[in-house]
């Protein structure tokens, strides 16, 4: 449990059926905070919001809700925004520019933002040290389970926490990839090295995920550290075990959110080696797992390695084609860009009726490396976003 946070959620009416959609935390003491936002060019206004906010590098609370994204809303979407971080920021008695905000849902509606003033006291009641989980639910849209995980670390006799959240199951893509996510911690640290920190984890989890190949407006991940816990990260140890922790955290996390993608019952850790840079490796993993020939391949559990080296040869680096290795988990398929033949196949078919799997490819021209999480796109996907608005 991370010392001096709290978190809630609860059922606002913003979304049918009487689920929770508004959540919260809020931080004891003012919180260092940092983070990493959307690179599409078309932004939420919350993000907006949240872009402009953060650059104090101290806020007390985040408020979140799910099934509105207050996107392509115009002018009034960020006085909406504003409005949801002054309703909570009243009832805390702090600055409304300490007070973060995220929406995530349908783009293009009005934020029914009188259902969430009018809510806020039932949210602060709801306020508790183990509120994180009802938090993680109500922030879910598409989502089937929420997500959150907790760590304490033990550094020189003392201990610090984190609790990270995440949603996200739909418009999943690397490049900040399309989720919101927050962690808590309570080390100290100041908010220009935590943004670093931040982004090199993010860079190693959430941007190396991908489910559909579409990246959303309102992505968000933050990171807030408190201090409780009286351990310092300008101490080299806990530094180095918190930047540990904290990239272990969003690289679990983020293969929940493909574990948990609209209609995938398959996740694929893809792994690139023998690249000439990692670079290369980065943009062959990246064609390799937005395939939809590849993904549908996965889904019919069908070790067609043609789709495969297919993506290879339009990845836009350069490739040996007859030094190509390709294995299903440690079932080669392909050895020097040539077919291992059936028995090797049936091995491989077998490989992919599991519900976990490497795709491990090999393309012996230098050192570069890269790994992704991509997973099968499935006939539900596609009925779920055929009428996710109705």
Not at 6 to 13: E, H, L, R, S
Not at 154 to 159: D, E, I, P
Not at 309 to 330: C, K, Q, T
Not at 347 to 376: N, R, Y
């Amino acid at each position: 449990m991370c010392q001096g946070f709290k978190a809630a959620g609860i059922c606002a009416g913003i979304k049918k059926n009487n689920i929770k959609d508004l959540g919260l935390i809020v931080s004891d003491v003012p919180a260092s905070v940092a983070g990493v936002f959307t690179k599409n060019q078309i932004k939420a206004a919350p993000v907006l919001l949240d872009m402009e906010r953060i650059k104090s590098g101290t806020c007390r609370a985040v408020i979140v809700n799910s099934g509105n994204a207050n996107c392509c809303t115009g002018g009034q979407g960020m006085k909406d925004a504003t409005r949801m971080a002054k309703a909570a920021a009243d009832k805390l008695g702090v600055p409304e520019e300490m007070v973060l905000v995220s929406s995530t849902g349908v783009i293009g509606q009005a934020l029914p933002v009188e259902k969430i003033e009018s809510n806020i006291p039932q949210l602060f009641d709801a306020l508790s040290p183990d509120g994180f989980l009802d938090f993680a639910e109500s922030i879910m849209t598409t989502d089937k389970i929420p997500k959150k995980l907790s760590r304490t670390v033990k550094v020189a006799g003392k201990f610090f926490s984190l609790t990270g959240i995440a949603k996200g199951a739909g418009m999943i893509r690397p490049d900040m990839a399309t989720m919101l996510s927050y962690v808590c911690t309570d080390v100290e640290a100041d908010s220009s090295i935590l943004k670093d920190l931040l982004a090199d984890a993010v860079n190693l989890s959430f941007n190396r995920i991908t489910i559909d190949g579409d990246t959303s407006t309102n992505d968000t991940v933050l990171l807030l550290a408190n201090g409780k816990s009286g351990l310092s990260i300008s101490n080299a140890p806990v530094k180095e075990a918190f930047k540990k922790a904290l990239e272990e955290m969003l690289i679990e996390l983020a293969k929940m959110v493909v574990k948990d993608g609209e209609g995938v019952t398959k996740l694929v850790e893809l792994k690139i080696y023998g690249a000439l840079s990692d670079n290369d490796a980065g943009k062959m993993a990246d064609t390799v797992a937005h395939s939809n020939l590849v993904k549908t391949a996965f889904f019919g559990e069908d070790a067609n390695w043609g789709r495969i080296i297919g993506a290879l040869g339009r990845a836009g680096v350069s490739l040996n084609p007859d030094a190509i290795d390709i294995s299903f988990n440690d079932v080669m398929l392909v050895k020097n860009g040539l077919w291992c033949g059936s028995e090797a196949e049936t091995k491989a078919t077998k490989v992919m009726k599991l519900s976990e799997f490497e795709v491990v490819i090999d393309v012996h021209l230098g050192s570069g490396a890269a790994l992704c999480w991509t997973c099968d796109f499935s006939i539900d996907y596609v009925k779920i976003n055929a009428d996710y608005r109705s």
